[in-house]
T-cell receptor, first 114, second 113 residues
Framework: DADVTQTPRNRITKTGKRIMLECSQT?????MYWYRQDPGLGLRLIYY???????NKGEISDGYSVSRQAQAKFSLSLESAIPNQTALYFC?????????????FGPGTRLLVL | EDKVVQSPLSLVVHEGDTVTLNCSYE??????LLWYKQEKKAPTFLFML????IEKKSGRLSSILDKKELFSILNITATQTGDSAIYLC?????????????FGKGTKLSVIP
């Protein structure tokens, strides 16, 4: 079984709809992240969480919210989806390997907002 | 503002060629630099380079870090079609209680038979 899973893997929705992307991990990591990837723009950080009670905004948090329900679960919500939120979304977890950050990515969710 | 720049953005080579991918960074409080390979979907971890580990090698892939000149290269020898992917460079920024990766835009490598 994959260590980091994301659901759904693909989603089509309409402008104005609320949607939630979910991430679960079995790696036992405290740190979890949400990124989006757009062609030509690379990976950009949306939100991150260092433990269950810790939530931090990343580079592009506007229009998104997150919930850290448990150490293993971190969900991303789009309250009112808009077309420019069409992208590939990745969840990642990390540990501190001898004090250095290494991130492990889920398989991604491809989101299309019409 | 911290910045990570990869070059070239895309590259097409023939099987058997050797390629060099570049990553330069302008960051404060550098901690480490990571290389990832992204094929169809999720990026997968390749190497981490730090002040105490400036050269890494795994099979046909190798990477070095030049902390003085602020860049890293990823070298792939005897390329195969399976090496076709986007290669991402990321820098770990040291800050008080902060561990985040700043990613470059990636280099798309296409290896043709």
């Amino acid at each position: 079984d994959a260590d980091v899973t994301q659901t759904p893997r693909n989603r089509i929705t309409k402008t104005g709809k609320r949607i939630m992307l979910e991430c679960s991990q079995t790696k036992g990591h405290d740190r979890m992240y949400w990124y989006r990837q757009d062609p030509g723009l690379g990976l950009r950080l949306i939100y991150y969480s260092f433990d269950v009670k810790d939530i931090n905004k990343g580079e592009i948090s506007d229009g998104y919210s997150v919930s850290r329900q448990a150490q293993a679960k971190f969900s991303l919500s789009l309250e009112s989806a808009i077309p420019n939120q069409t992208a590939l979304y990745f969840c990642a977890t990390s540990d501190l390997l001898r004090g250095f950050e290494t991130q492990y990515f889920g398989p991604g969710t491809r989101l299309l907002v019409l | 503002e911290d910045k990570v720049v990869q070059s070239p953005l895309s590259l097409v080579v023939h099987e058997g060629d050797t390629v060099t991918l570049n990553c330069s960074y302008e960051v404060t409080n550098f901690r480490s630099l990571l290389w990832y390979k992204q094929e169809k979907k999720a990026p997968t971890f390749l190497f981490m380079l730090t002040s105490s580990g400036i050269e890494k090698k795994s099979g046909r892939l190798s990477s070095i870090l030049d902390k003085k000149e602020l860049f890293s290269i990823l070298n792939i020898t005897a390329t195969q079609t399976g090496d076709s992917a986007i290669y991402l460079c990321a820098v770990d920024l040291a800050g008080a209680g902060s561990y985040q990766l700043t990613f470059g835009k990636g280099t798309k490598l296409s290896v043709i038979p």
